[in-house]
C-alpha cells in the first residue's frame, strides 16, 4: 500500500508497522533483539508493528537501530528561507560608528607620577 493523505490514520500506522516487521526480519532480528538495540521494550517493538500508538522518541530509538533514521530527513527537510531571510542575507551588517566625545580632552603629553596639573 501507499501512504497517502487519503488513507485513515490506523491504516497509515498499519503500513508503517508492516514495513518496520519487513525491515527487521530482513536483517534477521527477532523483535527482541531490535528492542534491546534500540533500547525500548519487546511490548513497544510489538505496538510499532501493530500498527498501534507509541511514543515518537520510541519510534526514533527504532529506526536508529535499524539504520533508518537518516530517512526522516527527506519526510522533514529544513524549511526554505523566508523573502525576509533572503533580503537580510543580501544586505551589509549594519557597524556602529564611533565618535569621539568632544567633551574629553586628550592630553598633549602622557601623565606621570608626581605632577600637577
Known sequence: ?????????AAVLREMGERL????????????DL?????????TVERLEN??????????RVLRALGLLEKLDALLPPAAPG??????????PRQR???????????KQPWRWGEDR
Open 1 to 9: 500500500m501507499k501512504i497517502t493523505s487519503m488513507a485513515s490514520d
Open 21 to 32: 516487521t519487513a525491515e527487521r526480519v530482513l536483517r534477521e532480528l527477532t523483535q527482541a
Open 35 to 43: 528492542a534491546r538495540e534500540a533500547g525500548v521494550s519487546k511490548r
Open 51 to 60: 500498527g498501534e500508538s507509541v511514543q515518537l522518541a520510541n519510534l526514533v
Open 83 to 92: 523573502p525576509m531571510d533572503l533580503l537580510a542575507g543580501r544586505r551589509r
Open 97 to 107: 560608528v564611533r565618535r569621539k566625545h568632544s567633551y574629553i580632552r586628550e592630553p
